[in-house]
């Protein structure tokens, strides 16, 4: 989730997205990519998928630079957005994939964010890839469902 109008709104905006990427309209609800390299994009009530180009996702190397969550980060918060720091900059946000689609939409059209991106999820194959080459995963990248409950259980067979 992105807040920054001046950006989104600015005409240019979306020719600025397809220096990288091929946008194919997608309707009025928020997409959820299907394939890897692909993003989705929701702002003034349009979705758009976003397919990496091929030229572009040729030059990627290693397995962080081909994560989607990498390829987001990259081409689209870095390029365009300008945020270098997505744990720190106020304009960025995170939406758990549990929310469900219709939590992104209805933040993008109540105004409390100006973009939402949806992303593939990153496979256990790539997260244990990552791990083997002691690497750290960007932010925000391992949201794993279902989520395993934590604590402690104690079990009295006294009885």
Do not use: C
């Amino acid at each position: 989730m992105v807040k920054d109008a001046g950006i989104v709104n600015d005409k240019a905006f979306l020719d600025k997205v397809k220096q990288y990427f091929e946008a194919i309209p997608s309707g009025h609800l928020p997409v959820q990519p299907l394939n890897k390299k692909e993003l989705g994009i929701y702002f003034h009530k349009k979705a758009y998928l976003l397919k990496l180009k091929p030229e572009i996702a040729e030059k990627l190397e290693g397995i962080l630079a081909n994560l989607d969550v990498s390829i987001a980060e990259q081409f689209l918060l870095k390029n365009i957005f300008d945020i270098n720091d997505s744990k720190t900059d106020n304009r960025l946000s995170f939406m758990d994939g549990g929310k469900g689609i219709g939590n992104l939409q209805d933040a993008v059209d109540g105004g409390e964010f100006d973009l939402a991106i949806t992303l593939y999820p990153t496979s256990i194959e790539e997260l244990k890839k990552v791990a083997e080459e002691n690497l750290i995963m960007p932010p925000k990248s391992t949201w794993i469902e279902p989520k395993i409950r934590t604590g402690l259980i104690i079990l009295d067979y006294s009885l």
